[in-house]
Structure formats: structure tokens, C-alpha cells
């Protein structure tokens, strides 16, 4: 079955501190990978997809197949950084996009 | 502007009491889908509808209906609520089922007494 597992509840990090927001997942097959982010009191939003390659924000990541893991870093961590941070991924027949359990970033001054 | 709307944003009901939630998107998506956000599980997709007059389960269905009447339309119905369906809910909405981006509305928080 695919799943999305995100170990991490809570990541409590200074500002500046470099940040790293762990995702495993179990696929079979080729995967689509996702980041989505909730800022507090909005709605999710895209951050970025593997497929595109591109930093966002100053985020990366990177898909690493031999591992089944898709983590979110960024060098230098900022307030607005804090935020309700998903890993998500698309199941092979399109009709799911499947969550993990999420992670709250909160970025300390 | 693009975006997915849902009403109401807060509601408080009964047990019983047969509710909708609307969703609507502006964007002309083909697939369309809800979810409920719980702590400590993250985001569950409860249906979701690749076209008009097509919808599927997702993970969490159970107490739920949903129609896709219209392409911009896709209501969440609860024909008998209960306490365990108290959840914030969220709709969205895709250009197509893969490899794109979701559009979110900004949520319904259901609190069923």
C-alpha cells in the first residue's frame, strides 16, 4: 500500500539553524512527490513537487529512490518559515494524494 | 481571482441533523476531491471525482456523500453526523488527477455535539 510517513511532529529550530523535515514513503512504481504547506490561519499551499526540481522559499528536495525518502531542507531558517509543513504523493491510478501526518515547523528568534 | 471556495468556514450541528458543505472552483479543474484534517493523522481523503458525474471513495468515506453535478461544484453531504465526523474539512481542486498541483479552499471546521 502506498503511505506517506512523516516522523517528525514537531521541529523546533533557531533562526538561521539549518533545517531538515524528514519523508519516507512506500510506492510501487515511479512516484510523484509533493511538499505542501500550511501557514497559520491559511489554506495549503503547493511549496514544490520533485518532478520540478526548483527551490522555493529556499527550500530543496530531493528524491532519493534507493532510500524511499523525499526530505525538505533549507540552509538558513527563518520565521516566516514556521508553518504546518506536509509530504504528499500520488497514487499510480491519479485518484489519491496521499498526506503523512505532517510536521510544524516553528522557528525560534 | 483562481480559488477554491468553501462554506461555511465554522459550523456547529447536532447529531443527526443532515448537513452540506459547498465547494466550489473557479479554475474549470477536472478533478476535485475533500479531505479532513485530524491531529496526529495528517490530511485523509474522504472522495474525490475525477469529472463531472464520476466520483470514488478515498480512505475515509464512511458517513459521507458527495455529488459532481457541475464541473465547478462538488458538495461534502452528511445525511446523519455524528460526533466522530467533528474534523476540519478541506476541499480542492486539480487541473487533473496527476502530477499537478491542488488547489485548497481554506477549510470548514465541523464540530458535531
Known amino acids: 500500500a502506498q503511505r506517506v510517513t512523516q516522523p517528525e511532529k514537531l521541529l523546533s529550530v533557531f533562526k538561521g539553524a539549518p533545517v531538515e523535515l524528514k519523508c519516507n514513503y512506500s510506492?510501487?512504481?515511479?512516484?510523484?512527490l509533493f511538499w505542501y504547506v500550511q501557514y497559520s490561519r491559511q489554506r495549503l499551499q503547493l511549496l514544490l513537487r520533485?518532478?520540478s526540481r526548483e527551490s522555493i522559499k529556499g527550500f530543496t528536495a530531493d528524491l532519493n529512490k534507493g532510500e524511499t525518502s523525499f526530505h525538505l531542507k533549507k540552509p538558513f531558517a527563518q520565521e516566516e518559515d514556521s508553518a504546518m509543513y506536509y509530504c504528499?504523493?500520488?497514487?499510480?491510478?491519479?485518484?489519491?494524494?496521499?498526506f503523512g501526518q505532517g510536521t510544524e515547523l516553528s522557528v525560534k528568534p | 481571482e483562481a480559488q477554491v471556495t468553501q462554506n461555511p468556514r465554522y459550523l456547529i450541528t447536532v447529531t443527526g441533523k443532515k448537513l452540506t458543505v459547498t465547494c466550489s472552483q473557479n479554475m474549470n479543474h477536472e478533478y476535485m476531491s475533500w479531505y479532513r484534517q485530524d491531529p496526529g493523522l495528517g490530511l485523509r481523503q474522504i472522495y474525490y471525482s475525477m469529472n463531472v458525474e464520476v466520483t470514488d471513495k478515498g480512505d475515509v468515506p464512511e458517513g459521507y456523500k458527495v455529488s459532481r453535478k457541475e464541473k465547478r461544484n462538488f458538495p461534502l453531504i452528511l445525511e446523519s453526523p455524528s460526533p466522530n465526523q467533528t474534523s476540519l474539512y478541506f476541499c480542492?481542486?486539480?487541473?487533473?488527477?496527476?502530477?499537478?498541483?491542488?488547489?485548497f479552499g481554506q477549510g470548514t471546521r465541523l464540530t458535531v455535539v
Open positions: 480542492a481542486s486539480s487541473f487533473r488527477a496527476v502530477n499537478t498541483e491542488a488547489f
Open positions: 510506492y510501487s512504481g515511479s512516484p510523484e
Open positions: 504528499a504523493l500520488t497514487s499510480p491510478q491519479g485518484g489519491k494524494l496521499i
Open positions: 520533485h518532478i
